[in-house]
């Protein structure tokens, strides 16, 4: 593989995180000015999520007909456009317009870079291209703080994003007869044309089932935190809520650091030596966090901990996809997963939402412990199922 399509690749991941974090950093600021609830950010980033669900599904299709070179550039420039857009909006119903593309433009981009890391990269590389995903998310925020504090608005954080999308989109139309493997003559999913690959015969695929439920459980553990845990620490910990945000960001930090360590650790162990290992940190954390200690740096040490066991789990979940299906079954299958993954990241945050309103915020790792052992099972059955006799 030549390093040129490893730095194309590697673009790909950091411009799939530009876009995830920016609507959440901007929302308190947006919503007073459009003259709606803070609730009703949910409407719009269900939307969102939904727009990557359909492109997630519709991935594998798309590639055999077009080529990774064209999904590439045409996904990063539909989220480029939803994103500038989102800057210009001046009432709450037009950030649906963008909000379509800007989920249909990560969905399919998502799948289709996935699937090719999956089948040419080494698994450390899939580890480092997630940690990229992480890097790409923390600048948004960044650029949504930088424009408030200069007075330029939240406006500008959109516009900053939306600038760097718009340079790869570009260089990814000038790389895209690249995406080719040097020992291989054809275009990722241009020797798979002629299969087809309905939903119904991929989920018929052994084990296939099994994966995509954990695959919507990791969304359920990682999601549910990123969300509820600066939430959880204000009210179970009482701090307060700068400190409660502070705090909460060494959950996402945990994941983008473990996931930097977890490409050295894919040179010498397995895939699935290394998701045991994550589920594993995961439950200590969580265990800490059920101590009946009301401590904030307990807290603090547990989110820490379950950031840095989510670390390996999605990234080597996908590139384990080729060793358990086989290569003829990883474009459905990835497009798939990341429908699941999509679909757990939608609903089961506010699922818990529903939840803490009759118990407690507190019962945060009892929710995240339930969804972990079912991710754990899943996992085991698929590693059963598809063990190479």
């Given at each position: ?8 690749v ?7 995180g530009l876009?995830?974090s ?75 317009l ?14 289709a ?14 580890s ?9 998310t ?38 895209s ?48 935190t ?50 045991r ?113």
């Open positions: 593989m030549s390093t040129f399509i490893y730095v194309i590697y673009l790909c991941f950091i411009a799939l876009p995830d920016v609507f959440g950093a901007a929302w308190p600021s947006m919503y007073p000015q459009f003259g709606v609830p803070v609730s009703w950010a949910g409407a719009v980033s269900m939307t969102i999520a939904a727009g990557t669900v359909v492109s997630s599904l519709m991935s594998d299709r798309l590639l055999k007909k077009f080529g990774i070179g064209t999904i590439a550039y045409f996904s990063v420039g539909l989220t480029c456009l939803a994103v500038f857009g989102f800057s210009f909006v001046k009432s709450y119903p037009l950030l649906f963008f909000a379509i593309p800007y989920g249909l433009g990560a969905g399919s981009i998502d799948a870079v996935n699937n090719f890391a999956a089948l040419y990269f080494p698994s450390k590389h899939m480092w291209l997630h940690c990229m995903w992480g890097i790409g923390i600048f948004g925020p960044y650029m949504i703080g930088f424009g408030l504090n200069r007075g330029l608005g939240w406006q500008f954080g959109y516009r900053a994003v939306g600038s760097i999308l718009l340079v790869f989109t570009v260089c990814l139309i000038f790389a007869g690249r995406w080719t493997r040097a020992d291989v003559k054809k275009n990722l999913g241009a020797d798979q044309k002629k299969k087809k690959s309905p939903l119904k015969s991929t989920l018929k695929i052994k084990g296939a089932i099994e994966i995509l439920i954990a695959f919507f459980c990791y969304s359920a553990v990682e999601q549910t990123m969300l509820w845990a600066s939430s959880y620490m204000k009210i179970h910990n009482s701090m307060s809520e700068a400190m409660a945000a502070s705090f909460a960001s060494m959950f996402f930090i945990g994941i983008t650091a473990g996931r930097a360590v977890n490409g050295f650790l894919a040179i010498k162990f397995s895939d699935t030596f290394l998701i290992l994550g589920e594993g940190i995961i439950a200590s954390g969580i265990i800490i966090m059920m101590l009946p200690f009301e401590n904030n740096y307990l807290t603090l040490i547990g989110l820490i901990i379950i950031g840095l066991g989510c670390a390996p789990v999605y990234p080597c979940i996908i590139h384990s996809t080729p060793e358990h299906f086989g290569e003829e079954n990883v474009g459905a299958l990835v497009g798939v997963q990341m429908a699941f993954a999509y679909t757990g990241t939608t609903t089961m945050p506010p699922l818990f939402g529903l939840i803490s309103n009759r118990t407690s915020v507190s019962s945060l790792p009892y929710f995240l412990l339930f969804f972990l052992v079912l991710l754990t099972v899943m996992h085991e059955i698929v590693v059963r199922k598809t063990k190479k006799t």
